[in-house]
C-alpha cells in the first residue's frame, strides 16, 4: 500500500502537537500515509493551523449546529467517509465517540492516552500518577472501544516521574514520548503488521517479498 493509498481523518480539539509528529513523520517518509481531512470541534485550535500550514484539508464543525451527541457524531463520520479513510486518529479530541460512530469505523479509530493504561484513564492523568505516587508512568497508543481509554493496547512507553515533577513537568516529558510512539503505531498499521487476539495486540513478523 502506497502514501496515496492509506488514508487518515485526525479529530482535534487543542494544540495539535501529536498531529504536527504524525504530519513530520508522513513528510519524513517515516509514515507511509496521508492525511486526507484534519476535523476540530473548536474553531480556534491550533491543529488547524498546523493542517493548514502543511497543506492539509481542515475543518472546524461547530456542535452546537446539531442536535444532539449522535447527530454530530454522525455528522463527524460523514465528513470522514467522504474523505475515504482507512484509520481515525484522534490527537487531543476531547469529546467521547458514541457506540454509532465507533462501530461505523470499528478497528479503525485509535488514540493516545498520557498514562501507561489501563492505569489512570480519563482526564487530569499526570496529577493522579503523582498522587497516587507510581514510580513509572508514560503513554498509550490504543484501539478505541465503548469504553473510555479501554480498548487493545498497541504501544506503551514508560516514562519514570521524578521526585521533583509536577503534574506540567511530568506531562512534557510524556509528550516526547506520544510524538514517538504514535506515529510508529500508525505505521503498523499501514503495513497491516498487527494482529489482535481478543484484547491482545501482537506485531506480525515482515514477510520476505
Known amino acids: 500500500m502506497t502514501s496515496n493509498d492509506f488514508k487518515m481523518g485526525v479529530l482535534a480539539s487543542g494544540r495539535g502537537t501529536n498531529l504536527q509528529a504524525i504530519i513530520d513523520a508522513i513528510e519524513n517518509g517515516e509514515v507511509d500515509a496521508r492525511i486526507t ?16 500550514k502543511h497543506g492539509i484539508e481542515s475543518m472546524w464543525l461547530d456542535p452546537k449546529q446539531f442536535s444532539g451527541k449522535m447527530e454530530y457524531d454522525r455528522a463527524v463520520a460523514g ?4 474523505k475515504g479513510v482507512d484509520l481515525v486518529c484522534l490527537a487531543g479530541y476531547m469529546r467521547i465517540l458514541g457506540p454509532e460512530f465507533i462501530r461505523t ?5 485509535i488514540n ?10 480519563g482526564l487530569n492523568v499526570q496529577q493522579k500518577a503523582i498522587d497516587y505516587g507510581v514510580k513509572f508512568s508514560g503513554c498509550t497508543v490504543h484501539f478505541v472501544n465503548e469504553e473510555v481509554d479501554a480498548g487493545p493496547i498497541i504501544l506503551q512507553a514508560v516514562v519514570p516521574v521524578h521526585e521533583s515533577d509536577d503534574a506540567e513537568s511530568l506531562a512534557e516529558r510524556i509528550l516526547v514520548q506520544e510524538h514517538l510512539i ?10 497491516n503488521h498487527l494482529r489482535i487476539d481478543n484484547r491482545k495486540v501482537s506485531i506480525k513478523e515482515s514477510v520476505p517479498q
Not at 79 to 82: A, P, R, V
Not at 182 to 191: D, F, G, S, T, V
Request: proline share 13%; glycine share 2%.
Open 37 to 52: 481531512l484534519v476535523l476540530s470541534d473548536q474553531p480556534d485550535a491550533p491543529a488547524l493551523d498546523r493542517a493548514n
Open 79 to 82: 465528513k470522514l467517509k467522504e
Open 182 to 191: 504514535y506515529p510508529r503505531a500508525i505505521q503498523l498499521i499501514a503495513e
Open 105 to 109: 469505523f470499528e478497528g479503525k479509530i
Open 112 to 121: 493516545i492516552h498520557p498514562s501507561l493504561l489501563p492505569a489512570f484513564p
